[in-house]
């Protein structure tokens, strides 16, 4: 495990602009307690480094993410090293670096970037750091676990609820960022279910939109763009509810939203407020809590040098199938709203009605 120090206060100048260190344990001295076992010798508590590259626009998820992986991982004993990098890869990479040369005993990270973070995971591979990949995969480098919702699934809940409403029509598909295989998955379930309508020629794709970066604005530009071309669309699968919003407002400017059906994840609350209100079809609710419950349990357990029996595996171009331990999506319409999302007091009713 850790070796001793004590509490001396974290450097925060080493770790830059963009990185944010956050101690369990109410205080920012970092201590090295150690406890007592049932067989009276001194053990130490788990220390966990936690990376998270997340985009500015995402906070209202990600920050749920976090704070309920801090409270688990803290009632099960951990202390928890927490750097935050402003949606930059580049920026992750020094503060994983300092996460390992401080000793973590194991390595949680929400990766920018699928690919650029290989290097720096294998030297903590190397130095015996167990490194677990939190809700988007870490490709080409292997890895300790990895843990997140079905995406794929994601896709096929999308692409269900609109061929629900709209069995035949054009469809437009804006995907999520080229950077993240969580994109891709969710793209293949997509087409897995509309492909023998796309057969048929029931519906038409007429256009589909990869986006740089999981952003709202980006993904305005370029329905806009694709709607000034073409306004004969009937559905618009959005990978996200960020990307949902931006087909919404885009929609709104040529007064037809509520008309096109809409479709996103990550039950955001205007998302869901738009669900009540018509404007939007559907979200796909992850239960985040306890996503991030179970990813704190794993963390736990990969330090200790144990390793939990996976739901399935993963290929991440590594060569090494990567244990894959797997959530279950939920859609939520209209009718759902209420014993989904809210019986879960992922938002409250009076939130959700706002207009009611």
């Not at 906070?59 to 927490?82: C, M, T």
């Not at 993240?180 to 007429?206: A, F, K, W």
Request: hydrophobic share 40%.
């Amino acid at each position: 495990m850790r070796r001793d120090c004590i509490g001396s206060i974290i450097p925060l100048s080493l770790l830059g602009k963009m990185a944010l260190v956050l101690i369990l344990g109410g205080s920012i001295l970092f201590s090295c307690s150690r406890e007592k076992s049932e067989a009276g010798e001194e053990e130490q508590r788990v220390l966990i480094g936690f990376s998270a590259a997340t985009e500015t626009f995402l906070l209202e998820r990600w920050d749920r993410d976090i704070q309920i992986f801090l409270s688990s991982a803290r009632a099960l004993g951990a202390e928890v090293i927490l750097q935050k990098a402003e949606g930059d890869a580049m920026g992750q990479i020094p503060q994983i670096e300092y996460l390992i040369d401080e000793g973590v005993d194991v390595l949680v990270v929400i990766p920018h970037d699928m690919k650029l973070l290989a290097g720096i995971l294998r030297k903590a591979e190397d130095r015996g750091i167990p490194v677990l990949a939190y809700d988007r995969p870490i490709m080409g480098v292997p890895i300790s676990g990895y843990v997140s919702f079905d995406n794929r699934e994601v896709g096929r809940l999308l692409s269900r609820a609109l061929m629900r409403e709209v069995p035949g029509g054009n469809y437009l598909i804006v995907n999520g960022s080229v950077r993240d295989n969580n994109s891709y998955e969710v793209n293949r379930g997509v087409y897995e279910v509309l492909q023998p309508s796309l057969d048929s020629g029931e519906i038409t794709v007429m256009e589909e939109i990869w986006l740089d970066e999981w952003s709202s604005d980006e993904a305005f530009e370029k329905i806009s763009r694709v709607m000034n071309e073409n306004r004969d669309i009937q559905a618009i699968s959005a990978a996200n509810d960020q990307i949902a919003d931006a087909a919404i407002r885009v929609l709104s400017e040529r007064q037809l939203a509520g008309e096109v059906a809409v479709v996103g994840q990550d039950a955001d609350l205007l998302s869901c407020q738009r669900v009540v209100e018509g404007s939007q079809l559907m979200t796909v609710y992850k239960p985040i809590s306890r996503l991030a419950e179970r990813a704190a349990t794993l963390a736990l357990a990969f330090a200790r040098g144990e390793r939990p029996e996976p739901d399935q595996t993963l290929d991440n171009g590594s060569e090494t199938p990567i244990p894959y331990y797997v959530e279950t999506p939920v859609p939520v319409f209209r009718e759902t709203m209420d014993e989904t999302v809210i019986k879960d007091g992922f938002h409250s009713k009076d939130e959700v009605y706002r207009s009611y």
